[in-house]
């Protein structure tokens, strides 16, 4: 018989911004665990709820018996699995023991590389009942959950004390145990609007008791949607700041939500905003209201109470972000009173790396870095070294002690209420940007210096000292600065050399803190930052790997170069040309230094040897000048041209004459064709 199958945990406050993950990774594995016992169809998801206070799941059409099945397990390879005398050996005989079966209920099986033993047995299915509390309880210990609890005399353990399970299949409660609880189907609504204790009368029937009587909203996903819709409608012509973490969270807070609008005092106004909506947002789980770009007085509340007036709530909620604000303001006063270059002294006590340096001694590396970026670009260099100078300042305000997010961005503002020029304050703010993928790039050919210095100088240290990221694990973030440097150069675009810039930023290092081979290990870790960053903009693989193997110097020429390699491998000489330079590259890697310098033209003996000389000297001229020009597609047309030639080469040439000078002119041609077919991109990366 199917049914609806409903398992529910009743926990203490299970943690905010975990909570929608431990919904999903719950119903995964035992959505898993049902599938393959054949208590439910593969393709049945299920439906998954989580609050702050439970987690539960329903499956619809769930068997109450699963299917009888044929059970096959697999066994030693027969080489290994029979004596030379015929009888078993000791591997066999412990795989029949542990499948129950004797020598003549065993078949063989090849796997297509040996053959094996197999066991095949009929089992009977188990009751739903018999199964699901083991289920539950492996699925419990897979959830993602950093730190475990234990409460009471037991010794059950989950990320929270557990006080109530429901398991049932329909209208029946499952006789089950899991973390020492016993089934029922029993449940607690919302704490203070719930009728009480709610029994649930079927599994199926879950989500809408505890609606009506719990006061509780137990889908996540609907009551996100229901805090989204109240937020629009409570903001009126004013609209509330999207942050879609925040709105998780909170979801993961409440259980029936309502949303509702409170204020301060339009005095805090004067308090940069950054820091009153952190302060809203971060202390006290709050929506700012905007008008446009800009800040208002008014923000909204998610309450986990509906009540018909809500007076006692707004002004409850607008008496405790009070003094929060009034910290913010207090900090922005005091901090403007210590100009930001009266505290550059105190990054010298500030530990960066104990390898590294200080903070101070930090500093001291950016500004040099700054100003050689800044000659490269021929920009202020003397904006960028202040810029630079000033950019970790704000690390030892009291704003930014408060709150670590706000670095940078307190620093603009410190540099213009100090009179620094704009475009100084503006470097000191973005020149942390990029900080994530999307966000948006500094602005400015200073604050680009700023920003460059700052990302290559922990690039190149941390290589300096073999700190290089390894799998998953990147504690230093330069994942993100490799990221960073690439999109600056390549977006902006900057016309700026890779190689030239990581000899800047080692230049501000002691030559004897260096180890290794630092410079190939930095370089091919932006290369592959490259590589991957542009794979998951779209880009085929094959072109990428193509424009990459030259190794371009210039970021900001691999788009163009891209673009290039793209139309260049739509050409109906494409393929051919791909491959011959293939079989090119082949000859003249085993040929090693039989290859001429100079093509002579007295050594050319087959008319289609003369004739591909003659075609690839007209051509150099055009194809040189379009590549100075930055015009790498009509480069590759270009060399498309050269098609008809190249195989007439090959199909009436033999290169390896025996004559030592023919066949080194011979390969110098092909050197000399090598050379112009890959100034663009390695195109025998095209050839399939």
């Known amino acids: 018989m199917k049914a609806t199958l409903l398992i529910e945990l009743l926990t203490e406050e299970l943690p905010p911004k975990s909570l929608a993950r431990l919904g999903l990774s719950f119903r995964e594995q035992m959505q898993k665990a049902l599938a393959e016992a054949g208590f439910i169809d593969a393709g049945n998801e299920g439906r998954w709820f989580a609050t702050p206070r439970r987690l539960a799941l329903q499956f619809d059409d769930c068997l109450e018996n699963q299917p009888d099945r044929v059970i096959e397990k697999k066994g030693p390879a027969v080489a290994s699995a029979v004596g030379a005398d015929g009888k078993p050996t000791k591997a066999l005989e412990g795989f029949m023991r542990s499948a129950g079966v004797d020598f003549a209920q065993l078949e063989k099986l090849s796997d297509g590389k040996a053959e094996y033993f197999v066991a095949r047995f009929n089992k009977t299915g188990g009751r739903i009942d018999e199964h699901v509390s083991t289920m539950v309880e492996a699925a419990l210990k897979k959830l993602p959950v950093a730190k475990l609890m234990r409460w009471g005399a037991g010794e059950a353990q989950f990320v929270r004390p557990v006080h109530g399970l429901i398991l049932m299949h329909g209208g029946r409660i499952i006789d089950g145990q899991v973390l020492g609880l016993i089934s029922d189907n029993v ?69 029936f939500p309502a949303v509702y609008e409170a204020g301060f005092e339009p005095e805090f106004l004067a308090v940069p905003q950054e820091c009153l909506i952190l302060t809203m947002k971060a202390n006290q789980k709050y929506f700012p209201l905007m008008d446009g770009d800009k800040l208002t007085h008014r923000f909204l509340v998610v309450s986990n109470m509906k009540v018909a007036d809500p007076a006692n709530i707004i002004t409850g909620n607008a008496r405790v972000v009070r003094p929060r604000l009034a910290d913010a303001k207090f900090f922005f006063e005091t901090d403007k009173k210590t100009p930001l270059s009266a505290r550059i002294g105190k990054l010298s006590r500030v530990v960066y790396h104990n390898k590294l340096g200080t903070q101070g001694e930090r500093v001291d ?16 260099v003397a904006q960028a070294e202040r810029a630079a100078l000033l950019a970790k300042a704000d690390l030892v305000t009291d704003m930014v002690g408060e709150f670590p997010e706000l670095q940078g961005i307190m620093g603009r503002y410190y540099a213009l209420a100090d009179g620094e020029a704009a475009s100084v304050a503006d470097a000191i703010q973005s020149h942390y940007q990029p900080r994530f993928n999307g966000d948006a790039l500094p602005q400015g050919a200073v604050a680009c210096a700023v920003a460059l210095a700052d990302k290559l100088d922990a690039l190149i240290g941390f290589f300096a000292i073999g700190q290089i990221p390894t799998g998953d694990k990147d504690p230093f973030g330069l994942r993100r600065a490799a990221l960073g440097v690439l999109r600056i150069l390549m977006e902006t675009p900057l016309p700026l050399a890779l190689p030239d810039l990581i000899d800047d930023a080692a230049a501000g290092f002691a030559p004897e803190l260096f180890s290794g081979d630092w410079r190939a290990a930095s370089a091919g870790f932006l290369k592959e930052r490259l590589r991957h960053m542009l794979r998951d903009a779209g880009h085929d693989h094959r072109a990428v790997d193509a424009v990459l193997a030259l190794d371009p110097a210039q970021t900001d020429q691999v788009p163009a170069r891209l673009a290039a390699v793209k139309a260049f491998a739509e050409l109906p000489e494409a393929e051919a040309l791909a491959a011959a330079n293939k079989r090119i590259i082949n000859i003249l890697k085993k040929s090693g230094a039989e290859a001429g310098v100079e093509v002579s033209v007295a050594l050319l003996q087959e008319d289609a040897e003369k004739a591909l000389f003659a075609q690839v000297t007209a051509a150099a001229p055009g194809i040189e000048a379009q590549l100075a020009a930055g015009d790498y597609s009509a480069a590759l047309k270009a060399l498309a041209g050269l098609r008809g030639a190249v195989d007439a080469f090959f199909d009436g040439v033999m290169v390896m004459a025996e004559d030592p000078a023919i066949r080194s002119n011979r390969l110098a041609l092909l050197s000399r064709l090598a050379g112009l077919m890959n100034r663009v991109a390695d195109i025998s990366r095209l050839s399939s």
């Open 365 to 380: 590396r950016l500004v040099k870095l700054a100003a050689r970026i800044a000659r490269r670009l021929g920009t202020d």
């Open 187 to 255: 449940t607690r609504g919302h704490r203070f609007m719930s009728v009480g204790v709610i029994d649930i009368p079927r599994a199926e029937d879950y989500e809408t008791v505890l609606e009506t009587q719990g006061r509780v909203i137990a889908s996540f996903d609907k009551r996100r949607a229901m805090i989204r819709e109240q937020l629009d409608q409570a903001a009126g012509p004013l609209t509330w700041l999207q942050d879609e973490a925040l709105l998780d969270e909170v979801t993961a807070l409440v259980e």
